[in-house]
T-cell receptor, first 109, second 113 residues
C-alpha cells in the first residue's frame, strides 16, 4: 500500500458546486495532516492544517477519520479560482513528509 | 514574518555541467530545511532535509548533493547533470516542531539539454 493515495481526478465541476476529495494514508502514527494547493507550474501553498478530527476555514472543510486512515477535503460553492491540484500530506517525523500525487480540480464557468 | 527565497527561477543547463541552486530563509532561526523535486506531472519527491548546520540527510541516492553552510542557507549541487535531473526543484522550510507544515520557495525549473 502506498504511503499516501489520492484520486488523481480530474474533477471537473461547475461553479457553485460542492466537491470532496479523499486521501488515504498508511502510517497510523501520523499525528497531523495538511492540505496544499498547487497551481500549474507553481509551488505548493498551504491550504489547511488538521490536528484533530477536522478543521473548517470558510468554504473549505477537512475531516479526519483516524480509524479508517483517511482525510477528506470538502470545497463548497466552488469558484473558478479554486482550480488547482490539491495535495494531501500526512506528517509523521521529519523524515516522513510524504506528499500525495494530488487531485486535479477544474471549476468550469 | 518569515520568507523563503530560492533562485534562479529557471535554468537551462547542458548534460555534464555543474549545478548550484540556493535557498535562504529569513525571519526565523533553526529551521528544518528541505529540497524536493517534482518531475512533470508527478508528485513531490523528497531529496534532502536538514535539521541544522552541516547536518544533511539524503532520501534518494543520486548525483545530487546538498549543503547547509549557514543556519538559514541550503544549497543543492551537482558536479555533472544528467538528462533525468530535469524537473521543478523546490526548497522548503518548517519550524523545528513535530507538527509544523512546510513553506515552499517559488521553485527552480531546471531543464537539462
Amino acid at each position: 500500500r502506498k504511503e499516501v493515495e489520492q484520486d488523481p481526478g480530474p474533477f471537473n465541476v461547475p461553479e457553485g458546486a460542492t466537491v470532496a476529495f479523499n486521501c488515504t494514508y498508511s502510517n497510523s502514527a501520523s499525528q497531523s495532516f495538511f492540505w496544499y494547493r498547487q497551481d500549474c507550474r507553481k509551488e505548493p501553498k498551504l491550504l489547511m492544517s488538521v490536528y484533530s478530527s477536522g478543521n473548517e476555514d470558510g468554504r473549505f472543510t477537512a475531516q479526519l477519520n483516524r480509524a479508517s486512515q483517511y482525510i477528506s477535503l470538502l470545497i463548497r460553492d466552488s469558484k473558478l479560482s479554486d482550480s488547482a491540484t490539491y495535495l494531501c500530506v500526512p506528517q509523521g517525523s521529519a523524515r516522513q513528509l510524504t506528499f500525495g500525487s494530488g487531485t486535479q480540480l477544474t471549476v468550469l464557468p | 514574518s518569515q520568507t523563503i527565497h530560492q533562485w534562479p527561477a529557471t535554468l537551462v543547463q547542458p548534460v555534464g555541467s555543474p549545478l548550484s541552486l540556493e535557498c535562504t530563509v529569513e525571519g526565523t532561526s533553526n529551521p528544518n530545511l528541505y529540497w524536493y523535486r517534482q518531475a512533470a506531472g508527478r508528485g513531490l519527491q523528497l531529496l534532502f532535509y536538514s535539521v541544522g548546520i552541516g547536518q544533511i540527510s539524503s532520501e534518494v541516492p543520486q548525483n545530487l548533493s546538498a549543503s547547509r553552510p549557514q543556519d538559514r542557507q541550503f544549497i543543492l549541487s551537482s558536479k555533472k547533470l544528467l538528462l533525468s535531473d530535469s524537473g521543478f526543484y523546490l526548497c522548503a522550510w518548517s519550524v523545528r516542531s513535530y507538527n509544523s507544515p512546510l513553506h515552499f520557495g517559488n521553485g527552480t525549473r531546471l531543464t537539462v539539454t
